[in-house]
């Protein structure tokens, strides 16, 4: 089994900051693919970033130069900071790693942008 816990969500104001972080734990090995997605109010999940197993980044068009996706493998920990937070950024943020058996989701974290 693979587990993956967010945290970090919350309220803040436009123009804040946070991190997320994304705990992984059970049969993972090595250094996976892993990435962070949003699912606002009634609209449907979308990319938000992604990092490969030798740290190459990408990332969606509305966020780059605001969010950086980073990761601590000694700690099975992906990171997500976020900064120059807007309301249409308010949505429940999730975590996947990309294994060769498949992938697995966190249950996520919400973050709130207040104007």
């Known amino acids: 089994q693979v587990q993956l816990v967010e945290s970090g969500g919350g309220l803040v104001q436009a123009g804040g900051s946070l991190r997320l972080s994304c705990a992984a734990s059970?049969?993972?090995?090595?250094?996976?693919?892993m990435g962070w997605y949003r699912q606002a109010p009634g609209k449907q999940r979308e990319f938000v970033a992604f990092?490969?197993?030798?740290?190459?980044?990408t990332y969606a068009g509305s966020v780059k130069s605001r969010f950086t996706i980073s990761r601590d493998n000694a700690k099975n920990t992906l990171y997500l900071q976020m900064n120059s937070l807007q309301p249409e950024d308010t949505a429940i943020y999730s975590c996947?790693?990309?294994?060769?058996?498949?992938?697995?989701w966190g249950r996520g974290t919400q973050v709130t942008v207040s104007s």
């Open positions: 059970g049969s993972i090995s090595g250094v996976n693919p």
């Open positions: 996947n790693v990309v294994l060769n058996r498949g992938t697995y």
């Open positions: 990092i490969s197993s030798i740290g190459i980044t």
